[in-house]
């Protein structure tokens, strides 16, 4: 899995009308698939959003923030507050979604003060292996009619 050595990037926002609280997901993935369902279920409020690294809006995105490697092929979370947004990759948009749902998960954001260079070796391990492990589709997750108002495309 190839993603760039930094996990946080932040810009001006683009023209794009992005939610507060995005995440990106590879959405061929099925553990990728099953992470959206598990999130969804923790965010009662509907306050996370989501759309697939394969879709439109993570192309827009990747166009507004050429820094952004193509290669991304997991989660990333992206947070829009007043025109700025900040994109966080790997065990950063983890800790961040963690952060943002509710439960006894959301402690798991206090592991964001581990040094990053540990905690990224341990996503990108596991991402290297989650095909293998979980699968892959051969297209995007497709959302029932109750959950489509949480996805951008």
Not at 32 to 61: H, N, S, Y
Not at 80 to 87: A, T
Not at 103 to 130: E, M, Q
Request: hydrophobic share 45%; with cysteine; net charge positive.
């Amino acid at each position: 899995m190839a993603v760039a050595p930094a996990t946080s990037h932040r810009a001006p926002s683009a023209p794009l009308a992005l939610p507060a609280h995005l995440v990106l997901f590879d959405g061929v993935c099925v553990f990728c698939e099953g992470a959206v369902r598990w999130i969804m279920k923790r965010d009662p409020d509907a306050r996370i959003r989501f759309a697939p690294l394969q879709g439109e809006t993570a192309a827009a995105l990747r166009r507004a923030h050429p820094q952004l490697p193509e290669s991304i092929d997991s989660m990333v979370y992206v947070e829009s507050r007043d025109g700025v947004e900040s994109i966080h990759l790997r065990s950063a948009a983890a800790f961040r979604i963690f952060a943002q749902i509710r439960g006894p998960w959301r402690g798991l954001a206090w592991l964001r003060i581990l040094p990053r260079f540990l905690t990224d070796r341990a996503y990108d391990a596991f991402a290297r292996v989650r095909y293998r492990l979980f699968g892959k589709r051969d297209v995007c997750l497709v959302p029932n009619p109750e959950e489509r108002d949480r996805f951008l495309d």
